[in-house]
Nanobody
Framework: QVALVESGGGLVQAGGSLRLSCAAS????????MGWFRQAPGKEREFVSA????????LYADSVAGRFTISRDYAKNTVYLQMNSLKPEDTAVYYC?????????????????WGQGTQVTVSS
C-alpha cells in the first residue's frame, strides 16, 4: 500500500513562493513516476508537473513552466514542488500522485495513488 502525504500549502501574495512536499511510504519515490496535479473550485483536476522514475525527466504544464520545479529527495523519500512567481490563478488544491507506469504522462488516469491534497491560495 502506497501512502502520500502533502504539506507546505498556505496563503501567499502574488509573486511569492511556496514549496510543497509529498512524503511517500510503501514505495520509494525513485521507483515510481511522481506527479503533481491541482484542482481549483469549479474546475477539473489538471496536470501540473511530473518526474520520471528512472532518469528524472521533468514535465510541466505550459502554465507553470519556468516558474515551478519538481524534484525528489531519495534519502527522505519525498517529492517537492517549488513554486515561484505565484499568480492568483495558481490558487487550487494541489495533489501529489504516484504511478506504477514508467512512461512520463500528464494523464491523471495513469496515476494509481493520490495524496489528500494541500490548499494553495495566492492573493492579488
Amino acid at each position: 500500500q502506497v501512502a502520500l502525504v502533502e504539506s507546505g500549502g498556505g496563503l501567499v501574495q502574488a509573486g511569492g513562493s511556496l514549496r510543497l512536499s509529498c512524503a511517500a511510504s510503501g514505495r520509494t519515490v525513485n521507483s515510481a513516476l511522481m506527479g503533481w496535479f491541482r484542482q481549483a473550485p469549479g474546475k477539473e483536476r489538471e496536470f501540473v508537473s511530473a518526474i520520471s522514475a528512472r532518469d528524472s525527466i521533468e514535465l510541466y504544464a505550459d502554465s507553470v513552466a519556468g516558474r515551478f520545479t519538481i524534484s525528489r529527495d531519495y534519502a527522505k523519500n519525498t517529492v517537492y514542488l517549488q513554486m515561484n512567481s505565484l499568480k492568483p490563478e495558481d490558487t487550487a488544491v494541489y495533489y501529489c500522485a504516484a504511478s506504477d507506469t514508467y512512461t512520463l504522462t500528464r494523464r491523471a488516469s495513469d496515476f494509481n495513488y493520490w495524496g489528500q491534497g494541500t490548499q494553495v491560495t495566492v492573493s492579488s
